[in-house]
């Protein structure tokens, strides 16, 4: 299946909320150097998928069931790898709208800062699920309960994940300025240098020199965003390449050319190692 959402309310009008959702995307990374509002995901794939996460705070892996939401405040980064066809809901809650509804009511998270929602990885809130379910079900009835219906829900969900979850925070402008910012672009420069690179030989300088930081620097970029170091991130990009050029019907040998690999063996050694099969089963396999 194509990897864009089968429905998005970017026609809708809505102003403090974006909402999509998603179908069958295949198994890749989705990565967020800093989101810029609030982000909500509810998974919603029939069994369970492992994932490997990355948040402000949290790194690991797990195992995403249906009805796991995984919550981010705008300012965070945010990173997911899986390996099955993956199935949610996103909505991006603007920030606007909490600090507007936290100062409504008094809140003490408003005390003048911006309003952080922390993160949360799988975590099980029926409410939530409930507003998310509500707003994506008008989402595919053309929005017919109208702008004010959407606006209603969206206060009800800052509301409810205000009380539940806000804590205060510092200001965008002083979050916006510190190092960690810095690190995230480092990084999403030296991850899309790998992705335009894949065929070629990539070497630790040349990706540092992409991210422009040192070679030691970047391995713990590397191992905090992904859990891997750069090397075995690009021979995993790479045969995820791979699955993907045998998926289209190339020969394995124009495969292994393609993606800088010394010969066939090269290519068969790291595909079975990540994939549990060997590049000519997995071909079977597709027929």
């Avoid at 200001?171 to 690190?183: V, Y």
């Avoid at 930081?213 to 791979?242: C, M, N």
């Avoid at 292994?256 to 089963?281: C, M, N, Y």
Wanted: positive net charge.
């Amino acid at each position: 299946m194509p990897d864009t959402p089968i429905a998005t309310s970017e026609s809708m009008g809505w102003t403090d909320l974006k909402l999509s959702g998603w179908e069958g995307v295949s198994p890749q990374e989705a990565f967020e150097p800093e989101l810029n509002r609030h982000l909500l995901v509810l998974h919603r794939t029939p069994g369970p998928v492992r994932v490997f996460e990355r948040a402000d705070g949290y790194r690991g892996d797990g195992v995403a069931r249906p009805g796991d939401i995984n919550l981010f405040s705008a300012g965070d980064l945010s990173f997911c790898r899986w390996e099955e066809n993956l199935s949610f809901i996103r909505l991006d809650l603007s920030p606007a709208l909490t600090d507007r509804v936290a100062a409504e009511l008094e809140l003490p998270q408003a005390g003048g800062g911006a309003v952080d929602l922390s993160r949360r990885i799988r975590l099980r809130d029926d409410r939530v699920s409930q507003i998310v379910q509500w707003l994506y079900e008008d989402l595919n009835q053309g929005g017919l309960g109208g702008k004010l219906y959407a606006d209603s829900l969206a206060r009800m969900l800052a509301v409810h994940l205000l009380h539940r979850y806000g804590v205060a925070s510092e200001r965008p402008e002083r979050r916006k300025a510190g190092p960690s910012r810095l690190a995230r672009r480092q990084l999403d420069g030296a991850l899309q240098y790998v992705h335009a690179h894949l065929g070629q030989d990539i070497s630790l300088e040349k990706l540092a020199a992409a991210a422009h930081v040192s070679a030691s620097h970047l391995v713990r970029l590397f191992r905090e965003a992904t859990g891997l170091a750069p090397h075995q991130y690009v021979i995993r990009e790479r045969i995820r390449r791979a699955q993907a050029h045998l998926e289209a019907g190339l020969p394995i040998q124009e495969v292994a050319a393609a993606l800088g690999f010394s010969d066939q063996s090269h290519l068969h050694r790291h595909f079975k190692r990540i994939v549990g099969v060997t590049p000519r089963e997995y071909a079977r396999g597709l027929r």
